[in-house]
């Protein structure tokens, strides 16, 4: 019986041995597995915030370079867009406009952007996918064009570790200043262009009825905002009219007559002179013979004494 009772309490604690090491092994397993875990969690997490910060780079850049394919295409093929926004998804995505390449997007679309990303991605053993649901450009003042971008960005570890689905919503800023008017490229078969810089010049008439500030704005064909005249984006477009994000230059005549463009006799504010509608001009006292102003432009340009 002594025996019997010796050997059972030893097998007890042997069994018991066993299970506790058992359970120390299991224990320390799975610490070890739930630190792996947590540290791809955290890799990956630290790769979510780089690529959306790469992300909006190529968004800007994609975007910038889209909108100078846009005015490219204006200027190769002598017509306006037929939809500022469907062409700059188009380019922005495939690299090209109404199905023609354009060479600036060579290796710039956003997918080749994402698809350097992947690359990049798979190194460090990831898995990334990106879902384009929309891109728009809109403007919400008259000097920048703003991009939105409708992204949801999918991540898994190769290892299925873990694995994000975060919807992103970017936008970015492009100024206008240095892009070419299309008004002037179309309206003067290509032979003129005006690149677009906004008006430092505060006062146009100075004392005594001077008009060398007005001379040096309509020589340079300067801008200035205005919500009675269309906005950039329509002017791709070729739409003249009013926008609360409008700009508008005065052309330069002699720029036209050096290119033998005929001229007009017509108000020299661009998206007028430029279009259809009827307005009474003047002549203005101490400025070209060529150089007329409508009606309801004399005050913007403080003209209202000087009309002939």
């Known amino acids: 019986n002594r025996k019997s009772m010796f050997f059972s309490i030893t097998a007890i604690a ?23 875990t947590e540290t791809r969690i955290y890799s990956m997490d630290i790769f979510i915030d780089d690529v959306e910060k790469d992300i909006e780079r190529g968004l800007y850049i994609s975007g910038f370079r889209s909108l100078m394919s846009m005015e490219q295409y204006i200027t190769d093929n002598g017509i306006f867009l ?3 926004n469907s062409c700059f998804k188009e380019a922005f995505l495939n690299g ?9 997007m060579n290796e710039s679309t956003f997918i080749n952007w994402t698809q350097r990303i992947k690359e990049q991605a798979i190194k460090l053993d990831i898995i990334v996918d990106f879902d384009i649901n929309n891109i728009i450009i809109y403007q919400e003042n008259p000097w920048t064009v703003n991009i939105g971008l409708d992204v949801t960005l999918n991540l898994e570890d190769i290892r299925k570790t873990a694995s994000w689905q975060r ?6 800023n492009i100024s206008i200043q240095e892009f070419e008017d299309p008004l002037y490229v179309i309206n003067s078969y290509g032979r003129v262009t ?7 010049i505060t006062d146009f008439i100075g004392p005594n009825n001077d008009t060398t500030n007005l001379k040096i704005h309509v020589n340079n064909s300067y801008y200035i905002e205005s919500n009675t005249a269309p906005s950039f984006l329509m002017r791709l477009e070729g739409n ?16 036209f007559q050096a290119q033998e463009v005929p001229i007009r006799g017509r108000s020299v504010v661009d998206y007028i002179y430029f279009g ?4 009474t001009n003047y002549n203005i006292k101490n400025m070209p013979l060529w150089f007329k102003l409508d009606e309801e432009h004399l005050a913007t340009y403080e003209c209202e004494d000087l009309i002939e």
């Open 14 to 36: 042997l069994i018991s041995l066993v299970v506790f090491s058992f359970t120390i092994y299991t224990s320390y397993r799975l610490r070890d597995k739930m630190m792996v």
């Open 82 to 84: 037929y939809n500022a």
């Open 96 to 104: 090209t406009i109404n199905n023609s390449q354009m060479g600036l």
């Open 167 to 172: 919807p992103l919503y970017i936008t970015t």
């Open 194 to 200: 005006n690149t677009i810089i906004k008006t430092t």
């Open 240 to 255: 003249l009219s009013d926008s609360a994000y409008g700009i508008e230059s005065l052309v330069n005549l002699e720029e």
């Open 276 to 279: 259809d509608q009827s307005t």
